[in-house]
Each structure stands twice: as C-alpha cells, then as structure tokens.
C-alpha cells in the first residue's frame, strides 16, 4: 500500500489534517440489507472508508471437515477489492488480509449464538471497496449488522473503532495520514450491552496512561456507533404505526 | 424487611426490536420466542418484532434461515438416492431424509421396482417432518395425503418467517391468491412455494407473494394484493 | 429448481412474457454511478435491475510487450465474488470468471476504445498499463452486459495519475487532469435462448434455464467488436444476424447512459 510523501505535521492548530477534534469520529452511514442475494449483508462508509458486507447462513458446512458437531463454523474474510488502495492489490488474500479475517471471527463469535447452529457454517465476507485507514473496525461494525440482517441468533451486535496517537497527541477514528505516520494504532471491539471486549490490537508505543485513555475514547465512541447500527437495522423495516399483526397462521393448511 | 425489585418495561406490543435490545427488567417477565433473559433483564437475540401479552415478552423473527420443526410441512429437493431413501435438500442448513418405508403406504418391493420411479433426483415433493435429532437430522414422511411428489410448475423461495403472513389468518391469503389466478398453490413451511396454473398466472401469483414478503409488516397489504391480483 | 421450472418458464416465454413483466427484447432497469471509488483511477457502479457490479481502472506503469514496443497494455481481471451470490466460491478464478474478464477485455480492446498509443511514455522501455477490476455485488444475472457496461463507463471518466517522468515515480494517490484516451464505446448485449424464443438482459432464473447464450459488442458505427456464445445449446444462422440487428439497437439506447 503506497503512500505519498509523509505530511509535515498531523495536527496543525490543535486540530487534525481534516478539521476534526481530536476525540471525533468520521462522519458514518450504515445502511442494511444492500445485497439482495446475502441472508444478511451491510455497507458501511466511515470517512472514505467503504466496507459491503455480506452473510450467508446458518447454511451446510462444506468443506465436511470443517463442520463442529456442537456449534457454527465461523468462517469470516476479510478482502481488500484491487482498486480500493492507491497502489493497486493483487486479488486474493494476503498474509496481512488473513490475519485480520481470523482476528474479526474471534470479535464476532462470542456475540454469536453459534451452539445453535450444530454442524453448520455461517460465512461473512467482507469487501472494502475503498480503503482509508478503520477498515478492520469498521468491518466488524458492518458484519454484526449483516449478521443481526441476517435472523442470526445474537447476544448483542459488536460494535468496533480504533484511535491512537499522532504528533504525540491521542485521537480517535484515525484516518490514512494519521495511520500510516502516527507514533501509535489500537483498534478495539466491545459488546456494547455487556461492555465486554472482542477484540484488541496495539501498534506503536504507548504508555499505560495512554492505553487507558485510548480504551475509554474507543469505547465511549463504540457506543455511539452501536445506535447507529441499531437504527440502521430499524430503519430497514420502516415501520409504521398501524402494523398487521406479523402472526397470520403458523401451523396453516397448506394446500 | 420489604424487598423491592425493579420492574420496568422498555418496549410495547409491536415495537422493532434487534439482538442485545433490552425488553424489561424484572423476575416477572417471560421470555417467549427470541427472547433471552440474562440475570434480572430480558433481552431480544434477533432481529424482530416484541409482542405483549401481559407478562410474556415473545420476540417473533423477522428474518432467519428455516431451521426444521417437527409437523412442519415442507417442500424439498431430491439430491440422492440410496438403497435405504432419498436424500433431500429443504432450504435448510439442515438436509433431511426420507426413508424407504416412508415414501409410500404401498410396499415397495426393490426387486421389482426402481427408486426413481418413486423420486428420481431433482424431483421436488411435499413432505412432513416426523422426526428431528438433537443435532438437527431431519427425517421425512410422504406417506399419506396430501404430500406427494410436485409436477413441473413455477417455484419460489421466500424467507420462512413470512410464511404466515402469507397464508393469512384462516389461509385467506393463500385464498386470495388461488381464486383470483385459478393456480393451484401448495406453501411449504420452508419458505417453497409450488405455484400451478396458465404461466402468466403463474408469474402473477409469484409476483403477488414477492410483494407479500417484502411488506408483510406494513398495513394495508391485502388491499395491495387484491388490486394486482385484480388488475389484469 | 431447473428442471422442474424449465416448462413453465418456456411457456412464458413463448408468449412473449417474463417474469418481471418485460419484454422479450427488454432491459432492466439501467442505474450508473461514476465515479464511487474515490481511490481508483475511474470508477462506475452498474445495476441492471437488481444486478450490481462495480468497476475500477487503476493504472501503473512498466515495461511494453516485446511484439507493441510503443503501445500501453490492459489487463482485465474478475472475480466471482462469493459476497454477491451463494453459490460463488472464494478462492483462483473460476472458469466463469475467466471468461467474463475475457470477453469483457475482447469487447474493450478489438474496438480501438482506447487508444494505446497515446499510453506510450518511452518507446521499448515505458508504457501506462490500464487495470480494469470487474467486481459483482450482486449476480442476479447477466454479469457479461454489467461489467462491460461498467468497465467503459469507468474507463470513459478516468484520469491518468500524476508522473514525474525525471524520477520514474507514479503518485498514486494523485490524479493528473488527463483523461484516458477513449475513443469509442462498444456496448456489450447478451440474449437468452430457451426452446427457440430469444431474449435479452437475462435474469438468474432465466439463465439457469436458458439453454445457450450469444453476447454481441457494437460501436456506434455499427461495427461488431465481439461476438461470444455460451452454453450447451445451439443457433441458427438466421438467429445471428437477428440478434446483431437488435444488439445495435440495444446497443444504441444503453450507450445512451454514458453521457
């Protein structure tokens, strides 16, 4: 992933190279059920960062091998679409892309009822389209969306961010320039219900101090962001205040 | 000493609710359907819509795959034959078998008889589900009226969780659909549809039900429907 | 679910219906986007219906082949991504896959859409290689006519990036105000064949049961730029040059998009 020459200074005036606080997040639109074909899909745009989602399942795990007799095999990946960097990606995983799909199962999967679906398998692919720093957070953000689009049985959607360091200032939502030349990264994944958390990464050099702000901005700014999932969902449904009762006949004749 | 406990509600009847959402706090409520509790609070684990009855907080799904149950009626796929029945494909996560002594109330005798003659592969048939393991082997039955193998027709799949919806309270939907067409449509809990008729009304009643499925929540519907139905 | 369709759908064709209410010679509804990746070169997001692909142009330089020592390169590549349909698997290219990159390259570069020559910086030893990556979304069918209508329109609003020619430098985040050279627009169209009756813009449905294909690219001259036939089943001469004949009218109404 190329990048041109590093700026001189990531914070000019006490503010950041595109005008936001230091504890602000990118602008975020959510949007569900984008993908007609997917069981559950999502497209998230956080800043430039545009991540589509889809889920397909709870469905037959094939590979047989791969099926568990007690849950769900979640099988997430991770990919970055060939002209979604400056330099263009070769298609097909990278080292760097399998990583990040194991460490999005491990965030997913304690949110996850998976010992409901015995032997099955539950596929989350996630593709960014458009890369601008976030997209491990931010595609956690979308998967829980598609996964909860999807009618799979969730104890709570993840919610996902990540903030640093940069020009020895600590900022959230941290954009390409701020990730690529930043003294420090920590992504973060938290059950907003429960405030436990799914996923932790750190790159950088950090005091204790630091880590424990960091933690704090990213998890007040993970609950932000989990009522944007919440309304996104909703607003799929656009309900309206006369509903039809949804329970029609459910052991109904049939012919 | 009195004790006080925390009785809250944080829904109503009809309310959209997603997975974590809290429902009520409170020993005195009941979790139903995709209900959960966890401690003292109750919460949702799909999306859904919260019905209330009283003190039963059932949360019914408005998406999901089809997970078998057993009298459900179904339509399923043959995808292969073996000496002991065939093997077959209901929308499913989950495949299902529908064993020799099960297809028919004759006697089969294999010496005499093909399998496929009864189902061949890719046939679809309608069925019951007479049985299902703790992890999910489904076992069918075709043996009496009306489950039967389908003759070539239109067929669709809609998500299972609006099949009641599109039955109808007393199946006047389905009604609906039948009279005005003059197909012959067969539901199957699964989320088939087996639709038979002149093809263009085939492609009616399958448009109809489309429409069904996608604004199964909203109100006037079945005015909707009966102007299309009506319309050509 | 083919097999036990196939009658009905043949039915319905017959009479000159679809299942959507179209026409036998009919297209979806046509939607694109220019431009929604802001990191690639060119960018257009088709939807032919409820099919959606997206396109991007990313380029780069290097050495020109041996056999057009002062000629750009193009270089298509699509995936079947298993995002945009269940029975798509991830992993190498699939034959399908293949063959959609390919025809959508063979449409592209026999017409003279772009004109190579202009893409040369230093004959025998520096030419502007163009990318263009085919991305389904959503394959409810007829993936060929999408990509192809997405890989011009991509190409048609791209901009060369910025070149520092003294250091051999390409700033890829950097876009110069240069335009690709583009200097025709073929439009790929793809028909159905079911039991004798033809017809266009294919759903999945439909093309599950179609029992062949024919795609036709034309220009605005009329010209054919390239013909690919798919499928087990088989046509009529008399069949060919109908569907030439409507591929430059369809053709006519879908270039009609690009402005």
Request: glycine share 8%.
């Amino acid at each position: 992933m190329g990048h041109a020459g590093a700026p001189e200074k990531l914070i000019v005036n006490n503010k950041r190279l595109d005008g936001r606080k230091f504890d602000e997040l990118r602008p975020i639109k959510i949007t569900a059920g984008i993908i007609p074909n997917a069981d559950g899909s999502a497209l998230i745009e956080q800043g430039e960062t545009k991540i589509m989602c889809a889920v397909y399942g709870p469905r037959e795990c094939l590979p047989k091998h791969f099926a568990q007799a007690d849950k769900a095999y979640l099988h997430c990946i991770y990919n970055m679409i060939s002209f979604s960097t400056p330099e263009r990606a070769r298609p097909g995983p990278s080292r760097r892309s399998v990583e990040i799909s194991k460490i999005i199962a491990d965030a997913l999967a304690p949110a996850i009822f998976l010992e409901r679906y015995p032997r099955t398998k539950i596929d989350v692919y996630m593709d960014v389209t458009n890369a601008n720093a976030g997209t491990r957070c931010a595609a956690i953000v979308a998967a829980s969306v598609a996964l909860a689009d999807a009618g799979i049985d969730m104890r709570d959607l993840v919610s996902a961010v990540a903030s640093g360091k940069a020009d020895g200032h600590l900022v959230l939502d941290m954009f390409q320039p701020e990730d690529n030349f930043g003294e420090a990264d920590m992504p973060l994944a938290m059950m907003p219900r429960t405030g436990e958390i799914t996923l932790l990464q750190m790159d950088g050099e950090l005091t204790k101090d630091e880590i424990q702000k960091l933690t704090e901005m990213n998890i007040k700014a993970c609950r932000e962001i989990y009522e944007m999932q919440k309304s996104a969902l909703r607003e799929k449904y656009e309900t309206e205040k006369n509903i039809e009762s949804m329970e029609g006949e459910q052991n109904g004749r049939t012919d | 000493m009195v004790e006080t406990t925390t009785e809250k509600l944080y829904i109503k009847d009809r309310d959209i609710v997603v997975p974590g959402e809290i429902l009520a706090e409170g020993m005195e409520y009941l979790p139903a359907g995709k209900a959960f509790r966890d401690g003292e609070k109750i919460f949702a684990c799909t999306m859904g819509m919260a019905s209330v009855k009283g003190r039963v907080l059932k949360v019914i799904p408005l998406a999901g795959r089809y997970m078998p149950k057993r009298g459900d009626v179904v339509i399923g796929k043959v995808t292969n034959i073996s000496h002991s029945g065939w093997a077959v494909e209901i929308n499913s996560p989950y495949n299902a078998d529908l064993n020799i002594g099960e297809a028919t109330r004759d006697y089969i005798d294999l010496a005499k008889t093909e399998m496929s003659r009864y189902y061949d592969i890719n046939d679809y048939m309608l069925a019951e589900v007479i049985a299902l393991t703790e992890s999910k082997f489904v076992k069918l039955t075709t043996k009496y009226r009306p489950y039967r193998r389908l003759s070539p027709g239109n067929i669709i799949v809609v998500s299972p969780t609006k099949i009641p919806r599109i039955i109808g309270k007393a199946g006047s939907m389905i009604k609906l659909l039948k009279d005005n067409s003059g197909c012959d449509v067969v539901v199957g809990q699964n989320g088939l549809i087996w639709i038979k008729g002149l093809p263009e009304k085939e492609a009616l009643v399958a448009k109809a039900i489309k429409l069904i499925e996608k604004e199964s929540h909203k109100s006037g519907l079945t005015d909707k429907i009966k102007a299309l139905m009506e319309a050509k | 679910m083919v097999e036990l369709i196939k009658p009905y759908m043949s039915a319905l064709l017959q009479k000159g219906l679809r299942e959507d209410g179209r026409g036998l010679l009919d297209y979806r509804n046509v939607d694109i986007e220019i431009n929604p990746i802001a990191r690639a070169c060119g960018s257009a997001r088709v939807k032919l219906g409820e099919t959606e692909v997206l396109v991007g142009v990313k380029m780069d330089t290097d050495t020109p082949f041996p056999d057009s020592p002062d000629e750009g390169i193009l270089i298509v590549n699509a995936e079947l991504a298993p995002l945009s349909n269940p029975d798509f698997e991830s992993g190498p290219p699939s034959p399908a896959a293949i063959e959609l990159a390919r025809v959508v390259d063979r449409g592209i570069r026999e017409s003279g859409a772009v004109d190579f020559s202009k893409l040369c910086i230093k004959e025998k030893e520096k030419v502007w290689v163009v990318f263009i990556d085919v991305y389904p979304v959503n394959d409810n069918g007829n993936l060929l006519d999408a990509a192809a209508l997405g890989a011009i329109a991509a190409l048609k609003h791209a901009l060369i990036p910025k070149y520092d020619e003294k250091e051999d430098k390409v700033f890829y985040e950097e876009l110069s105000k240069e335009k690709l050279p583009v200097k025709q627009l073929p439009i790929l169209t793809t028909f159905g064949k079911l039991n004798g009756t033809i017809f266009v813009d294919t759903t999945k449905r439909e093309e599950n049961v179609a029992d062949s294909r024919l795609s036709i690219a034309t220009l605005e001259n009329e010209t054919v730029s390239a013909m690919q036939k798919g499928g087990t089943g088989t046509f009529t001469e008399a069949e060919v040059l109908q569907m030439y004949d409507y591929s430059v009218e369809l053709g006519k109404k879908l270039r009609k998009h690009l402005k």
